[in-house]
């Protein structure tokens, strides 16, 4: 595919992002980066984020004899209403018109097993399968929907032009920064990924309530900081920590570009593994996993 050079001070971004047939279109513009920074939404919060509900009484253990009253009426007073795939169970809630806003994508290229391609102003563009499959999950987004457009490095940086590779990493940061939304892409869902998102969400929600209530008094410390013990592993299904193990050996984590990208982002930066959603805010309460023998992988 032949891309019209970029002039001084412009960047691509993708826009009329949509799936049909089971294949993802979309139009490819130039835009002046400068025209976007600085600009900002009070609205900015990922509509996702607000329409996803986990059921956190999955994630304790059944073995309700261990523990005293207090504990059963938290447990209970936990419980909220779940929805498990976004857009689908979930009433669509829409935001006001985001023409002039963009998404910044943060993900890990991959490979490309599948033979994946998208249809950039009708030309078929080869993809690796987790492009693809965050291309499909962004067009049924309510900022997408919205009119929102994407960037996304693979496509909007002329991957073939050294010089513009080069001149383009140079203004990297301002991309993100001037982005509405960083949306951080953990890769399709995995047979953890539930119960590692619901605990994340759990953990957010009540942490700077009362880390005083076990198990939190036992899994929050100084910050708080998520830490994996013995006693909070008797509380917890064994899945639950699985699950964060998992989720914290995701490929995405240990990519160099992570440092930039998520810097710039916001803090209610959404991050998406397959359908589920929490905010990066949300993760950051999660730190210092526990080594391996404490979580005792299956």
């Known amino acids: 595919m032949n891309l019209e050079t970029l002039q001084q001070g412009e960047i691509r971004l993708l826009e009329s992002l949509n799936v049909t047939d089971g294949q993802v279109h979309c139009r490819l513009r130039h835009a002046l980066l400068d025209t976007f920074q600085g600009v900002t939404r009070t609205d900015d919060v990922w509509p996702e984020l607000q329409t996803v509900h986990y059921d956190y009484s999955k994630l304790f253990a059944n073995s309700w004899s261990v523990f005293d009253n207090g504990y059963r009426k938290f447990c209970q007073r936990s419980k909220a209403e779940f929805y498990l795939h976004i857009g689908k169970n979930v009433p669509k809630q829409e935001r006001s018109d985001l023409s002039n806003y963009y998404v910044a994508l943060s993900y890990v290229w991959g490979a490309s097993k599948q033979g994946h391609s998208i249809i ?45 590779r080069a001149q383009q990493v140079g203004v990297i940061q301002e991309i993100y920064a001037s982005a509405w939304q960083v949306v951080i892409w953990l890769g399709l869902a995995m047979k953890y990924s539930e119960s590692a998102f619901t605990a994340v969400r759990w953990i957010a929600e009540e942490g700077y309530k009362d880390p005083d209530v076990p198990p939190l008094k036992e899994m929050l410390v100084e910050g708080p900081a998520f830490q994996v013990t013995r006693p909070a592993c008797q509380l917890l299904r064994q899945d639950v920590y699985n699950g964060l193990w998992h989720l914290f050996s995701q490929p995405y984590w240990h990519r160099l570009w992570i440092l930039q990208e998520v810097a710039t982002a916001k803090s209610c930066a959404p991050i998406q593994w397959g359908s589920f959603c929490v905010s990066l805010e949300d993760l950051k309460l999660q730190r210092d996993i526990s080594r391996p023998m404490n979580v005792g992988l299956a």
Request: aromatic share 4%.
């Open 120 to 164: 950039v102003d009708g030309h078929p563009l080869p993809v690796t399968d987790n492009l693809f499959a965050v291309m499909e999950k962004l067009s049924d987004t309510n900022a997408v929907r919205n009119g929102a457009k994407v960037w996304v490095d693979a496509i909007c940086i002329n991957q073939d032009d050294l010089a513009e």
